[in-house]
């Protein structure tokens, strides 16, 4: 992370509560102001002003505009779900939903529910460990065959200048 190197002896690729506490400490650390629960209404940009104007909504419904020199869209991978139909989904009787809609399988009655994930991205593959951890039997799909490749063959080399052990700006 920027300025505050990762802890020396966390692994290459830290478990999400893991990261999720960093994040959070990171935050305090720094002095950042994170707004939790708050949704973008509008972003227009001024040409003349050269200034965004942007609306967002806090969780209690009040709105707020900001005037940001910079703003930056994070919306993942492509920004829109693709929701595939397939034959006879109006006769299915189950849910079927986006990963990006998965809300933690421990707040539903999954136990002995058979749950099929489309995907074994890493998104797939912590809902499938979600579900099945909460008592479901789950069922992964995958369009085509996966490379694996073993961290001392090549992953660190594949990730290399993605993830820095010392920090943002490490030699």
Avoid at 15 to 27: C, H, N, R, S, T
Avoid at 32 to 58: F, G, H, P
Avoid at 124 to 137: K, L, P, R, T, V
Wanted: charged share 20%; hydrophobic share 30%; glycine share 10%.
């Amino acid at each position: 992370m920027a300025y505050l190197p990762f802890p020396k002896n966390w692994p290459q690729f830290t478990p999400k509560d893991k990261l999720g506490d960093w994040f959070e400490a990171y935050a305090s650390i720094m002095e950042l102001n994170v707004w939790l629960q708050t949704s973008i209404k509008s972003a227009v940009y001024d040409d003349a002003k050269a200034q965004w104007s942007v609306v967002v909504t806090r969780g209690d419904g009040s709105e707020r505009t900001l005037h940001p020199r910079h703003l930056i869209w994070c919306t993942g991978h492509s920004g829109e779900p693709k929701v595939p139909t397939f034959p006879g989904q109006p006769q299915f009787k189950g849910q079927v939903y986006h990963g990006s809609q998965h809300d933690d399988a421990s707040k539903h009655d999954v136990r002995g529910k058979k749950v099929v994930v489309v995907g074994t991205g890493n998104s797939g593959h912590d809902i499938a460990q979600n579900f099945y951890e909460n008592g479901a039997q789950v069922t992964m799909l995958q369009r085509s065959g996966t490379y694996v490749i073993t961290a001392e063959k090549g992953v660190f080399m594949m990730h290399e200048g993605l993830h820095e052990d010392n920090g943002y700006g490490s030699p």
